[in-house]
């Protein structure tokens, strides 16, 4: 009887060693060694893949969409400032679930469930979310933040890494920069074409400043932003009379929620001091989506369509 019972013991010991094995050895298999990113200054740690994606802005979510990961992506922001996903992302980002129509809650954000968020800066801080305490909600924050092609180039590659896609990023950032020196290429040796952005009126004109993404998009394609000495804001407001001093050869209009482009093209045109414009009067307009100038994706996208729109013969 003794030995009986000695032998189940031993069994139970050794299968039990076995289970504990077992489980060690698959505890380790799906471990992954934890990453750390600068995220424009801030120490961003990731311990392991994120499986529920938070995007805030049009931008960030067809960034997700172009790279293949449409599936990690539970909700999305801002859909307020997007005229709709590129063609050929149209049906992928319509299986994402739209948190928030306009800026993304902290009520919406909180009960989300989500691991990681990928979104915009101005989403965050000041009367935005709060990324520290997301933190203790188990959300991992990646901010995106570029105002050169090299950082934007950065956020994608960090992106690979977290996301185990190092390959398919890496041959996103090579396509982006093959399609901007081709453009460039095309309008070598073109008298640069002075640009006023306008993203709205009012008091004034809303429009990017010299730090701004867009700025660097402009350039890319052959333009000059009228207002690049600004560096202290990436947006501000400026006067009708600063505009008219600085005689812009063409304005690129951004194309979101409201007003409508069609009502700014009036409101451009009716204005006592912007209809003075040479380029009013002859409508050198160029139309582009608010999206398309964030940074994100639409990079190469952006910078041919305003090179189409500065030297149309050009770039026929």
């Not at 094995?21 to 505890?27: I, K, M, V």
């Not at 101005?122 to 997301?134: A, R």
């Not at 959300?139 to 105002?147: E, F, H």
Request: aromatic residues 10%; hydrophobic residues 40%.
């Amino acid at each position: 009887m003794k030995k009986w019972i000695m032998g189940v013991l031993l069994l139970a010991v050794i299968l039990g060693g076995c289970r504990s094995s077992s489980g060690e050895t698959g505890a380790k298999a799906s471990a992954q060694p934890s990453m750390t990113f600068d995220n424009y200054g801030r120490k961003v740690v990731v311990t392991k893949k994120p499986s529920k994606v938070l995007t805030f802005g049009p931008n960030a979510t067809e960034l997700f969409v172009a790279l293949g990961l449409t599936d990690y992506v539970i909700g999305n922001s801002l859909d307020n400032h997007s005229r709709g996903p590129l063609p050929e992302y149209k049906e992928e980002y319509a299986k994402i679930p739209e948190l928030t129509y306009g800026s993304a809650t902290r009520e919406a954000v909180i009960s989300s469930g989500a691991d990681f968020i990928y979104g915009i800066d101005w989403e965050f801080g000041g009367d935005g979310l709060d990324v520290k305490e997301l933190a203790d909600f188990g959300m991992t924050t990646y901010v995106n933040r570029a105002t050169t092609y090299e950082q934007m180039y950065q956020e994608i590659l960090d992106l690979g890494k977290i996301f185990r896609i190092e390959d398919k990023a890496a041959a996103f950032v090579a396509d982006q920069k093959d399609r901007i020196a081709a453009v460039k290429e095309k309008i070598s040796g073109q008298k640069p074409v002075k640009v006023l952005v306008y993203d709205s009126g009012g008091d004034g004109v809303f429009t990017a400043g010299g730090t701004n993404f867009e700025t660097l998009l402009i350039e890319s394609a052959g333009g000059k932003n009228i207002f690049e000495d600004i560096t202290d804001k990436q947006w501000t407001t400026v006067s009708y009379e600063e505009v008219l001093d600085r005689q812009p050869d063409v304005i690129v209009i951004h194309d979101y929620d409201a007003p409508s482009l069609e009502q700014k093209i009036k409101d451009i045109k009716k204005d006592p001091a912007l209809s003075q414009l040479d380029c009013v009067k002859n409508e050198k307009f160029v139309a582009i989506s608010l999206e398309s100038v964030l940074p994100g994706d639409r990079m190469a996208y952006t910078v041919e369509t305003l090179a189409k729109g500065f030297y149309p013969e050009v770039m026929k």
